[in-house]
């Protein structure tokens, strides 16, 4: 991005430049880089710094905390199950993108957290509310955006050992190969032998969890306008689980091997007015599950694959302005290696799904406007319209107030769709429509935002829990209030975050869906002492109901962390997950983890 496009852009926004983070870039907003403080959006941005301040083992303890992000589904400790429910939506009502562009999910449609590498995230942007008319379907409730490229120079080593014999070891290197090519390069193994997560179920073992994972990445600037970028990255998971119950006929899965790899590429023109991308895109995950004392060679196959074509352009037609259009295609397969557990074949034709958008924003300081419009045509459903506006106005006092509107579209996945024994071939696309007031205010070492939102989602797909078409569609609604406070006192930074989530399923007597709690508390605090990094963060999440009638009673635990830069290159950290030893559940019946010690050193030449 030039520097005339960033000043351009920042200009009507100058009254909110007294906090340094609203000048940050992010992507996740309109697919292209745009300053912060012109979101017309609730956005939340994770650095790298943070990043090493929480020293987070999974992507669950670094996004646990955010507003809107409840873990409804996690069934065990790290390598084990787990989903995310964005502002009460479903799991896979939240688009994942990987640098900016969406990740190789599994036939599900929804991304398994556990199972995503940790250790190569440089950066987080997380925009709550719908961004299906910029993105297309799954950004219902949210859209995430993990980004594992840097400009940096250097190579990094590290390592970190802790309880259920938890290890990890990590290198990555970043080198600059002239004036204009950078190599990105990074490889990672962590393991744990786990602990017991269905101790009820009289399996007296321990769960443990495998993986590597790599990245190669390169970036080359043609000349002043043009740029080249390519990367591949992938990871193998091997996760230990119990099987149902104690008492079946010794055919349920415990173990299983996820494999994921993506490649991508793009090309991209900038000048001081226009910017114009294309983007190519593979990507693959296969899962194998099978039972320990029939063997790997009986293991049940599920293998999606998804390829994605891509191009967009924005033109800045004046200081106040810009235009943005695109177009992107995408064609999702289960290859044909594909198959479930006693013989059934799970069988999913092609399907192909083509995009068209475009976007306007314009400022008449104190007001801005944004109006985005798409249609997609899905192979299998047909035409769909989703489109986006919001309205800004700037107030006296560094205040700001937004009100959006939005609609968003989900066609079923190939799992609601197929997957023997648990699907409906006769469920319906989801549809939704979300209405949002926020307002804010950011001054010099205080910060606040309130947003109020309403999300009305029709033919909400739920599984029952039958046997037969057990996927059913709902009408939902969800009506839910975030307030967030960023302070500082003194040494101190604060963070804290108060959630309530109405998520309401109208035809089941407005009973609140599974899994969602009603309240969420969090506050983290940051403290730099005698050159030292401290954090203390805690979480609470209230009362909740689960599968079989039961309410899930509410939560709170602590997590507490220590960095140390013992010489310029060498910094040392530990980390103690559930200080007080809280027991709980986050699903019924499995266990979470109890307290959880980790001590590590990351070297940097």
Known sequence: MSKKWLAAGLLPWAVFAQNSSDSTDI?????????????????EVITKAEIERRQPKSVVELLSALPGIQFGTQTGGLGHQTSLFTRGTESDHTLVLINGRPIAQSVSGSVDWSQFPVSGIQRVEYIRGPRAAIYGANAIGGVINLVTTSDADEVAVSATAGSHDYYDGNLSANQWLGEDTHLQLAGGYRETRGYDIRPAEMQPDRDGFEQFNGQLGLTHNIDDNWTADASLMGWNNKSEFDFTNAFDFGTSANES?????????????????????FDAGYGETELRSWRDTMGKSTAANISTAITRLGGLGQFQYSQNGYLLSGVDWQQER????????????????????????????????????????RVDDNEQFGTHGTWQSAVSLALPYAHKSTLSYGTAYRAPSFNDLYFPGFSNPDLKPEESENWELGVSGDYDLFGWELNLYRNEIDNLIIFDGGVVNSSRNTDTLIKGAE???????????????????????????????????????????????????????????????????????????????????????????????????????????????DMELYIGADYRF
Not at 345 to 352: E, K, Q
Not at 563 to 592: C, E, G, M, W
């Open 27 to 43: 992507t996740v907003y309109n697919r292209v880089k745009q300053p912060k403080a012109t979101v017309l959006a609730p956005v």
């Open 257 to 277: 091997e996820r494999q994921t790899y993506q490649t991508d590429g793009a090309l991209s023109y900038s000048d001081e007015q226009l910017y114009v991308r």
């Open 334 to 373: 289960l290859l044909s290696k594909s198959r479930t557990s006693f013989g059934q074949t799970f069988a999913a034709s092609n399907r192909d799904n083509t995009g068209v958008y475009a976007s306007i924003f314009h400022t008449w300081s104190p007001v801005s406007v944004e109006l985005t419009g």
């Open 483 to 593: 307030f967030v406070v960023k302070a500082e006192t003194g040494l101190v930074h604060h963070k804290v975050v108060l959630e309530y989530t109405d998520a309401q399923d109208r035809n089941n007597n407005d009973e609140q869906l599974l899994r969602r709690a009603k309240r969420k508390f969090s506050w983290t605090g940051d403290v730099d002492v005698a050159n030292t990094n401290l954090f203390v963060q805690t979480l609470y999440v209230g009362e909740r109901p689960d599968v079989g009638n039961v309410m899930l009673p509410s939560y709170t635990i602590w997590n507490i962390g220590a960095r140390y830069p013992l010489t310029q290159q060498l910094t040392l950290n530990s980390k103690i997950n559930n200080l007080f030893d809280k027991h709980y559940q986050v699903v019924n019946s499995y266990d979470a983890p």
